[in-house]
Nanobody
Framework: EAQVVESGGGLVHTGGSLRLSCAAS????????IGWFRQAPGKEREAVSC????????YYADSVKGRFTISSDNAKNTVYLQMDSLKPEDTGAYYC????????????????????WGQGIQVTVSK
């Protein structure tokens, strides 16, 4: 079964770091865009960062620019989200999603990703 699976979440203090991983199985990342999205309780799902694994093009939400870094290891079929200088407002469930050329219009939005979604992983940043 083709899927993506997130790992690496957890509880950290403000200012701490976490690295999330999104591993794909059953398909290869070639031509896929990978997105990280998050959802806090009572809020809509929002984009965090996206990456086209073929072109290397990356996108970041303004709220995470300079703090988060998305990268890929295509040999391992894995995309990473390095999160530094974490803030309490970064708390939420983080989801990885993949779809072919989902960034075709230069956007990073959850509605552009339909093919694969992970089950989500919790990130909690304490004050």
């Amino acid at each position: 079964e083709a899927q993506v699976v997130e790992s690496g979440g957890g509880l950290v203090h403000t200012g701490g770091s976490l690295r999330l991983s999104c591993a794909a199985s059953g398909f290869t990342f070639d031509k896929y865009s990978i997105g990280w999205f998050r959802q806090a309780p009572g809020k809509e799902r929002e984009a965090v960062s996206c990456m086209n694994t073929t072109t290397g093009t990356t996108y970041y939400a303004d709220s995470v620019k300079g703090r988060f870094t998305i990268s890929s290891d295509n040999a391992k079929n894995t995309v990473y989200l390095q999160m530094d200088s974490l803030k309490p407002e970064d708390t939420g469930a983080y989801y990885c999603a993949a779809d072919i050329w989902a960034d075709y219009d230069g956007e990073c939005r959850p509605d552009l990703y339909d093919a694969y979604w992970g089950q989500g992983i919790q990130v909690t940043v304490s004050k």
